[in-house]
């Protein structure tokens, strides 16, 4: 089966960076359009970022927008997240996430794209 790895989730000040990454394990990575989402205390999870089987194609919530980057390495099996300007309000547990048998340009959209998810890494920032 697909299995997804989030790494590099923690305790970081208002203000400063954290860069997540998804390791996949499987068939060849490049198959899959990735993404993340997230689920903050008391709230369901939503949509953060998401990118194409290739990396040309990009999407992001309007939250994180000019804030965090998403980016894959396909030779690597590697997802990751680049996470600035952190605020309060970004403390969540971050999912990577996959969706199989799209087109090369497609990315995620929705929770209901979604076919393989990590277990996740939380993700806390101080005011």
């Known amino acids: 089966q697909v299995q997804l790895v989030e790494s590099g989730g923690g305790l970081v000040q208002a203000g400063g960076s954290l860069r997540l990454s998804c390791e996949r394990s499987g068939r060849t990575f490049s198959d899959y359009p990735l993404g993340w989402f997230r689920q903050a205390p008391g709230k369901g999870r939503e949509f953060v970022a998401s990118?194409?089987?290739?990396?040309?194609?990009?999407l992001y919530a309007d939250s994180v927008k000019g804030r965090f980057t998403i980016s894959r390495d396909n030779s690597k099996n590697l997802m990751y997240l680049q996470m600035n300007s952190l605020k309060p309000e970004d403390t969540a547990v971050y999912y990577c996430a996959a969706r199989r048998t799209v087109a090369l340009s497609q990315v995620i959209r929705t929770i209901g794209e979604v076919d393989y998810w990590g277990q996740g890494t939380q993700v806390t920032v101080s005011s």
């Open positions: 990118i194409s089987r290739s990396g040309t194609y990009t």
